[in-house]
């Protein structure tokens, strides 16, 4: 599920249980139009032909971090509809391309991956693939042709079930396939970024993480909602323990989570409770004085009428719903035919 989509829900449950509307979403009845339209960084992604709502989330983590500064090679991992890849576009590939300094082979190169396909974006090569899948990986190191990346990025999230546990475990695979893909695209020294959600085993990701980075910090952008278990595990100084390769990752992380650090291959956090408890560094990135997501803003004011919603910059092109809605109206054509014709004989 888009992200943009799963934003509309939000404002839409939110707004069910104050006016006990029984909204299904997407919703596009007017009351839940106005308050996902009062979402002021959903309102200002249009405004600014974001294509949804996490370039914030991106951008103020460059704010924080500098996390573009110097990089020539990108992989933004989970990318559809493509708003972090419009991001990466407008601050490396268009500066570069108009530059009149810069050469061809000079400019940025920006390799993203989703199961979704995404509409073009300037300076951005797409691949369509799931990044758990080892051909997937391949792809894109292929398209490095031998080069590292400087910076990977990954805001992945599967379909949200609000079993917090379980999310938490499959955004987690998310995260052990965009490390796995870490491992054999980013140069040393270089940075990932990656969504994470924070629970119980927040702590052994953390320190899974330290293996391969000398500086992990967890960041909650200002545009993230509080009321959202998301926050980003920003790591810099990409640094693999010596000697390490590629096919030891798993066995190496699982290593982590035990408290020999031997054989026990029984991965968890709970030993890094009580006297083993690391302390993760966790920072709220964005301008605190700036717009809150967890509060509706009024509509602005405009001269002789009400305010006008602007369109989504790029409504997703194959969204996985799609199949749904089309299966719904088929069968309620079809149920509707049914209804005309006469009742069957007994
Ligand atoms: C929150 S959205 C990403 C939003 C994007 N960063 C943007 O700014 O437009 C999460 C994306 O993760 C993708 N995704 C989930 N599981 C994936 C997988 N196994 N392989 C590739 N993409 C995946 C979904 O298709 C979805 O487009």
């Given at each position: 599920?888009?992200?943009?989509?799963?934003?509309?829900?939000v404002?839409?449950?939110?707004?069910?249980?104050q006016?006990?509307?029984?909204?299904?979403?997407?919703?596009?009845?007017?009351?839940c139009?106005?308050?996902i339209?009062?979402?002021?960084?959903?309102?200002?992604a249009?405004?600014?032909?974001?294509?949804?709502?996490?370039?914030?989330?991106?951008?103020?983590?460059?704010q924080?971090f500098?996390?573009?500064?110097?990089?020539?090679?990108?992989?933004?991992?989970?990318?559809?509809?493509?708003?972090?890849?419009?991001?990466?576009?407008?601050?490396?590939?268009?500066?570069?391309?108009?530059?009149?300094?810069?050469?061809?082979?000079?400019?940025?190169?920006?390799?993203?991956i989703?199961?979704?396909?995404?509409?073009?974006?300037?300076?951005?090569?797409?691949?369509?693939?799931?990044?758990?899948?080892?051909?997937?990986?391949?792809?894109?190191?292929?398209?490095?042709?031998?080069?590292?990346?400087?910076?990977?990025?990954c805001?992945g999230?599967?379909?949200?079930?609000?079993?917090?546990?379980?999310?938490?475990?499959?955004?987690?695979?998310?995260?052990?396939?965009?490390?796995?893909?870490?491992?054999?695209?980013l140069?040393?020294?270089?940075?990932?970024?990656?969504?994470?959600?924070?629970?119980?085993?927040?702590?052994?990701?953390y320190?899974?993480?330290?293996?391969?980075?000398s500086?992990?910090?967890?960041?909650?952008?200002?545009?993230?909602?509080?009321?959202?278990?998301e926050?980003?595990?920003?790591?810099?100084?990409?640094?693999?323990?010596?000697?390490?390769?590629?096919?030891?990752?798993?066995?190496?992380?699982?290593?982590?989570?035990?408290?020999s650090?031997?054989?026990?291959?029984?991965?968890?956090?709970?030993?890094?409770?009580?006297?083993?408890?690391v302390?993760?560094?966790f920072?709220?990135?964005?301008?605190l004085?700036?717009?809150?997501?967890?509060?509706?803003y009024?509509?602005?004011?405009?001269?002789?009428?009400?305010?006008r919603?602007?369109d989504?910059?790029?409504?997703?092109?194959a969204?996985?719903?799609?199949?749904?809605?089309?299966?719904?109206?088929?069968?309620?054509?079809?149920?509707?035919a049914?209804?005309?014709?006469?009742?069957?004989?007994?």
């Open positions: 599920m888009g992200k943009a989509s799963k934003d509309k829900r404002s839409c449950v939110r707004l069910s249980t006016f006990s509307y029984s909204c299904a979403q997407p919703c596009r009845c007017s009351p139009r106005y308050a339209a009062q979402d002021i960084y959903y309102r200002k249009k405004e600014e032909g974001w294509r949804a709502r996490s370039a914030f989330k991106l951008l103020q983590i460059d924080e500098n996390i573009f500064h110097g990089v020539k090679r990108v992989v933004d991992l989970c990318a559809a509809p493509g708003s972090w890849s419009q991001v990466l576009s407008r601050n490396l590939y268009v500066p570069a391309k108009q530059s009149p300094d810069c050469k061809e082979g000079d400019l940025p190169l920006i390799v993203a989703d199961l979704q396909p995404m509409a073009p974006i300037e300076g951005v090569i797409q691949v369509q693939g799931d990044i758990t899948n080892a051909r997937t990986a391949e792809v894109v190191i292929r398209h490095f042709d031998g080069c590292k990346a400087d910076l990977v990025v805001d999230a599967p379909d949200v079930t609000g079993l917090h546990d379980m999310d938490e475990f499959v955004q987690s695979q998310l995260i052990l396939a965009a490390l796995t893909i870490v491992t054999h695209v140069k040393v020294g270089g940075k990932f970024v990656a969504k994470i959600f924070r629970g119980k085993d927040t702590s052994l990701l320190c899974q993480l330290k293996l391969f980075f500086q992990v910090t967890f960041a909650k952008p200002k545009s993230s909602r509080n009321s959202s278990i926050a980003f595990a920003v790591c810099e100084n990409y640094s693999p323990p010596e000697g390490f390769k590629e096919e030891d990752l798993y066995h190496l992380l699982e290593k982590v989570g035990t408290p650090g031997a054989n026990d291959l029984d991965c968890r956090s709970g030993w890094l409770e009580g006297p083993n408890k302390y993760i560094p920072l709220a990135c964005g301008d004085s700036g717009y809150d997501s967890d509060r509706s009024p509509l602005p004011s405009t001269e002789g009428g009400s305010y919603s602007l989504p910059v790029q409504p997703p092109i969204p996985p719903y799609k199949t749904a809605l089309e299966m719904k109206k088929a069968s309620s054509h079809g149920a509707s049914d209804a005309a014709k006469p009742p069957a004989e007994s």
